[in-house]
């Protein structure tokens, strides 16, 4: 597919954990933009599919961004 989005390294934020879900993250957007397109039976299948597994990686990886918000939060000191 042309316009899929691919990975590149000026899209890391510096958080191995983070970087590999945003990876996984394109990967399967791109993987359920190819079958958005395709008509049979098992495209729509594997679509369901994948939305499910984006939900599931979507619903982790803003868990883990929070977290590493909140223990930001207490490491920085009172006042600033």
Known sequence: ???SPTW???LSV???????????LIILCARAAECASAT???ALKEFHDI?????VLTDKH???????????????????
Do not use: T, V, W
Request: no cysteine; hydrophobic share 25%.
């Open 1 to 3: 597919m042309p316009n």
């Open 40 to 42: 049979s039976h098992e």
């Open 14 to 24: 510096g958080k191995s954990h983070i970087d590999a879900q945003h990876k996984q």
């Open 51 to 55: 939305l499910n597994d984006l939900a």
């Open 62 to 80: 803003f868990a883990d961004e929070e977290d590493l918000l909140i223990k930001k939060r207490k490491s920085k000191p009172r006042g600033s």
């Open 8 to 10: 590149s390294d000026n």
